[in-house]
T-cell receptor, first 112, second 114 residues
Framework: DTAVSQTPKYLVTQMGNDKSIKCEQNLGHDTMYWYKQDSKKFLKIMFSYNNKELIINETVPNRFSPKSPDKAHLNLHINSLELGDSAVYFC???????????FGQGTRLTVV | RKEVEQDPGPFNVPEGATVAFNCTYSNSASQSFFWYRQDCRKEPKLLMSVYSSGNEDGRFTAQLNRASQYISLLIRDSKLSDSATYLCAVIGLLSGGSNYKLTFGKGTLLTVNP
């Protein structure tokens, strides 16, 4: 039933590890996003995909690599995790890139 | 100038009060405008879109002023359940002319007190 679902919900890992977050939407939307919300609650765009094509890469370190195997999925892989990567990561989707976005429940990443 | 700027808040108001949030945006080629609500430790959820003519949904009224590049949200007769962070969001045309970006303000925390 969940429109935008991401897993895992919580992720605690050590510095230097590599981890992935998965996102799926069942809304038939063309556009998907990754946002990062830091401890100050600022919601900052990281990546935007439209029809599986990367549209926005907002000066994100290349340790972060998004992968969109199809329109319904946008996964985020993070290499060599750092303490500063600790945040809540939200996946979102929209019908197209000028419509409202719907968010997943978020993945709370803690790097220790 | 930041892409999207919001009143920093926080706002603490009594039940029944009217509260207004304002947000300005820098990209004059912005296309779509929204207000989202985010509860503590939850995802942002769409509250309402903002249309050029202004729009109302119950106790909530949103307005857009393209000339001055700001949007506003008015909450009348505020309820305890309105306590949340309110984020404005703007979709702006990227340089290059064919792609758009959804940018959020930093959010304003509202606490409605009994």
């Amino acid at each position: 039933d969940t429109a935008v679902s991401q897993t895992p919900k919580y992720l605690v890992t050590q510095m230097g590890n590599d981890k992935s977050i998965k996102c799926e939407q069942n809304l038939g939307h063309d556009t998907m996003y990754w946002y990062k919300q830091d401890s100050k609650k600022f919601l900052k765009i990281m990546f935007s995909y439209n029809n599986k094509e990367l549209i926005i890469n907002e000066t994100v370190p290349n340790r972060f690599s998004p992968k969109s195997p199809d329109k319904a999925h946008l996964n985020l892989h993070i290499n060599s995790l750092e303490l500063g990567d600790s945040a809540v990561y939200f996946c979102a989707s929209s019908q197209d890139h000028v419509r409202e976005a719907f968010f997943g429940q978020g993945t709370r990443l803690t790097v220790v | 100038r930041k892409e999207v700027e919001q009143d920093p808040g926080p706002f603490n108001v009594p039940e029944g009060a009217t509260v207004a949030f304002n947000c300005t945006y820098s990209n004059s080629a912005s296309q779509s405008f929204f207000w989202y609500r985010q509860d503590c430790r939850k995802e942002p959820k769409l509250l309402m879109s903002v249309y050029s003519s202004g729009n109302e949904d119950g106790r909530f009224t949103a307005q857009l002023n393209r000339a001055s590049q700001y949007i506003s949200l008015l909450i009348r007769d505020s309820k305890l359940s309105d306590s949340a962070t309110y984020l404005c969001a703007v979709i702006g045309l990227l340089s290059g002319g064919s792609n758009y970006k959804l940018t959020f303000g930093k959010g304003t925390l509202l606490t409605v007190n009994p």
